[in-house]
T-cell receptor, first 110, second 114 residues
Framework: GEDVEQSLFLSVREGDSSVINCTYT??????LYWYKQEPGAGLQLLTY?????DMKQDQRLTVLLNKKDKHLSLRIADTQTGDSAIYFC??????????FGTGTSLTVIP | DAGVTQSPTHLIKTRGQHVTLRCSPI?????VSWYQQVLGQGPQFIFQ???????GRGNFPDRFSARQFPNYSSELNVNALLLGDSALYLC?????????????FGPGTRLTVL
């Protein structure tokens, strides 16, 4: 469960939707998380999904989980310039350890 | 309510020195985890403590150690610093342990080793 992969960069226009993708390798992962990190700051928890769910929606955020393909995505509707940041997915297998991806840098173009 | 706090915010040390980083969890949280984030990478797990006991350890050398106090605050100690220890050290607190306990991160301590 230590290989969590994300694409490095994503650029979108303000007002469009952003989709950030993540793949993980451990099928026993029980919880999957999305965090946001702004420059020079710590990580802000955005949302998480339990592995027996397929989708979770929270205001502008939608998380989709495809367990068969071990694929997780975060969709941000009506992306704003304040959404520019690095987004990390993380998996936890019920243990005490979180495994983080390499992060996707989202740039929102005004 | 105050979030996770860490001190100091920045630190500059030279090779071979020792450093102590401090973390105070969210009130009511009993678990603290430490992560190292090297520039351009995701956080790497170092330790987790719960109720003053070590509950998990990542793949870091014995130069790294930590402890948790009765008030649930925590210290991370790194001995014999190497240049490669330069990183952002993040502390996260959670109510409990296990994957269902979301971890809330502090702002981090930026350590530079010269």
């Amino acid at each position: 469960g230590e290989d969590v992969e994300q694409s490095l960069f994503l650029s979108v226009r303000e007002g469009d939707s952003s989709v950030i993708n993540c793949t993980y390798t451990d099928s026993s992962s029980t919880y999957l998380y999305w965090y946001k990190q702004e420059p020079g700051a710590g990580l802000q928890l955005l949302t998480y999904i339990f592995s027996n769910m397929d989708m979770k929606q929270d205001q502008r955020l939608t998380v989709l989980l495809n367990k068969k393909d071990k694929h997780l995505s975060l969709r941000i509707a009506d992306t704003q310039t304040g959404d520019s940041a690095i987004y990390f997915c993380a998996e936890s297998m019920g243990s005490n350890q979180f495994y983080f991806g390499t992060g996707t840098s989202l740039t929102v173009i005004p | 309510d105050a979030g996770v706090t860490q001190s100091p915010t920045h630190l500059i040390k030279t090779r071979g020195q020792h450093v102590t980083l401090r973390c105070s969890p969210i009130s009511g949280h009993k678990s603290v985890s430490w992560y190292q984030q090297v520039l351009g990478q995701g956080p790497q797990f170092i330790f987790q403590y719960y109720e003053k006991e070590e509950r998990g350890r990542g793949n870091f050398p014995d130069r790294f150690s930590a402890r948790q106090f009765p008030n649930y605050s925590s210290e991370l100690n790194v001995n014999a610093l190497l240049l490669g220890d330069s990183a952002l050290y993040l502390c996260a607190s959670s109510a409990g342990v296990g994957g269902g306990s979301a971890q809330y991160f502090g702002p981090g301590t930026r350590l530079t080793v010269l």
